[in-house]
């Protein structure tokens, strides 16, 4: 099965600029993107594995000879979908002008045909250097993409052309180079996230342990790619995204007159949250007392998908989600096909695994079958994920 088409390789050179670098990594994965880091081993002066490692939580290398049998040049040039290089320095640009391999960077971007962005850092005399200058033309003429360095304060006393530029103008051109930047421009996506309460009495209710994450990160997703977002809330204890429109409901009958509402002006509806299957028949005004609660009768809630599979109009897109403790693959590919949705994500909560925590693993499946696996990447990442699919099949 392919992979989640986010794998970055943040290749980091041996400057100053590396410890900056951490932060551009942070920023990446909270883009949803899963970063591998190679650094120099002139790199690691700067900025040791351990920081890399615990950041990335990948293990890290700089060596062909650190991790022999997995051929890790090849196996991380073939895993990449985007090599990042920053900071890189002069004799990294040399280096790689020249068609050297003589570390595990070099080696995975000769072995590698993806898009390769470098981030040049250096003092001005260097940056400005005949060597320099021609190596940086010949790589931009074999199509890599050069970040131009700020003008600005350097180590030391001087300041001039060769500064590291801010995390968010490098996020800003690469995402561009890459066509991530307002992607989702001119759609509305619709989103509900958390879990609906079935109220018993004014104190009691039945519900479920859905904390809203997964829906908040996919509304945040969206917003930051340039959708226009509607956010419904069953019952999430998480901070309103900026940007972000947001109705909150407790209930199925809500929720489900939020969806009537919301759902025919949307181009897509990411349907995050966990609806209570059933309800109690009465509600009841005043607190039960415990000797009388000894049983409580229930009725179906409406299923609200399949209920939307009539009112859907061509061009609208449904992504659902599963939750499931076994047969994940059949029992998702049957709500896909009984709910009429588009895409469905099914996770694995057996054990209590996924409700509350920042991480998750599933597949994504649609009418073909099975697309991807996700194996414990952040929701983040999913929340990408998921855009990037429906992208894919909005066309
Ligand atoms: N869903 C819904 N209305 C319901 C129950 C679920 O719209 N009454 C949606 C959920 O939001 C989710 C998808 O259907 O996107 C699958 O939910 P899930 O709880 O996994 O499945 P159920 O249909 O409830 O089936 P079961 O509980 O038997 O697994």
């Known amino acids: 099965m392919p992979r989640s088409g986010r794998e970055v390789i943040l290749g980091i050179g041996?400057?100053?600029?590396?410890?900056?670098?951490?932060?551009?990594?942070?920023?990446?994965?909270d883009a949803g993107f899963l970063v591998t880091v190679v650094p120099t081993p002139a790199a690691l002066n700067f900025v040791g594995s351990a920081t890399w490692e615990a950041l990335s939580g990948r293990r890290v290398y700089s060596q062909v000879w650190e991790n022999v049998p997995d051929v890790a040049h090849v196996a991380l040039a073939e895993k990449?979908?985007?090599?990042?290089i920053a900071p890189a320095t002069a004799d990294l640009i040399a280096r790689l002008a020249h068609g050297r391999a003589d570390d595990l960077l070099t080696n995975v971007v000769l072995a590698s045909d993806v898009p390769k962005i470098l981030v040049p850092a250096m003092h001005p005399n260097m940056w400005r250097n005949q060597a320099t200058q021609a190596n940086v033309t010949t790589l931009r003429s074999r199509g890599f993409h050069i970040i131009d360095p700020d003008i600005g304060r350097l180590t030391g006393p001087d300041s001039g052309v060769g500064r590291f530029p801010e995390t968010g103008r490098i996020l800003k051109e690469f995402y561009e180079l890459i066509g991530y930047l307002d992607d989702l421009k001119g759609k509305r996506i619709l989103v509900t996230a958390g879990g609906t309460r079935e109220a018993i009495d004014p104190v009691r209710y039945i519900g479920n342990r859905s904390s809203g994450k997964q829906g908040f990160a996919i509304a945040q997703a969206a917003i930051a790619r340039g959708a226009e977002v509607h956010l419904i809330a069953a019952n999430c204890n998480l901070p309103d995204i900026p940007g972000v429109a947001m109705t909150s409901v407790e209930s199925a009958s809500e929720l489900e007159r939020a969806l009537a509402r919301e759902f025919p002006s949307a181009d897509a509806l990411i349907m995050c949250a966990a609806v209570a299957d059933a309800r109690p028949v009465q509600t009841s005004d005043r607190k039960i007392k415990k000797e009388f609660l000894t049983e409580i009768s229930l009725v179906a809630n409406p299923d609200l998908l399949a209920s939307l599979k009539a009112s859907k109009k061509p061009g609208q897109r449904i992504i659902g989600f599963a939750a499931e403790t076994q047969d994940l693959e059949s029992n998702a590919t049957v709500k896909l096909t009984g709910k009429g949705l588009d895409l469905i994500y099914v996770n694995d909560v057996s054990q209590g695994a996924i409700f509350g925590s920042d991480f998750t693993s599933g597949i994504i499946i649609d009418k073909t079958g099975p697309l991807l696996t996700l194996d414990n990447v952040s929701k983040d990442t999913l929340a990408h994920v998921l855009l990037d699919q429906l992208l894919r099949q909005i066309g």
């Open 14 to 29: 041996g400057g100053i600029a590396a410890y900056k670098a951490c932060d551009l990594l942070r920023r990446l994965q």
């Open 80 to 84: 990449a979908n985007y090599i990042l």
